[in-house]
């Protein structure tokens, strides 16, 4: 049974800090890329950061300079340290994973059931 249980979101002042934690179990194939998305309300969700195998990251523009993306290969674990945020950032944060049987296949996605990130002014 595959799993992605995201963990670390919480209520925080503005210019304040939150890391979050992501722990995927069960998916069959090696996780090529691993991201957070966000979904704020009323609002569709959109990619905040990625990082794939290698380590190579990937930031939206809103994002860049104050939020940090990380992964544990060996663990199957992808963390987002988020710093200076902001009431914008308040949404609904999802860990995604994205792994193939192998080069060419197509790409599963899995989610998990999200975590709120909440930013008070």
């Known amino acids: 049974q595959v799993q992605l249980v995201e963990s670390g979101g919480s209520l925080v002042q503005a210019g304040g800090s939150l890391r979050l934690s992501c722990a995927a179990s069960g998916i069959p194939y090696s996780v090529d890329v691993f991201g957070w998305y966000r979904q704020a309300g009323g609002k569709q969700r959109e990619l905040v950061a990625d990082i794939s195998k290698g380590g190579i990251s990937n930031y939206a523009d809103s994002v860049k300079g104050r939020f940090a993306i990380s992964r544990d290969n060996a663990n199957n674990l992808v963390y987002l340290q988020m710093n200076n945020l902001k009431p914008e950032d308040t949404a609904v944060y999802y860990c995604?994973?994205?792994?193939?049987?192998?080069?060419?296949?197509?790409?599963?996605?899995?989610w998990g059931s999200g975590t709120q990130v909440t930013v008070s002014s």
């Open positions: 995604n994973a994205r792994a193939r049987r192998r080069y060419g296949l197509p790409y599963s996605d899995y």
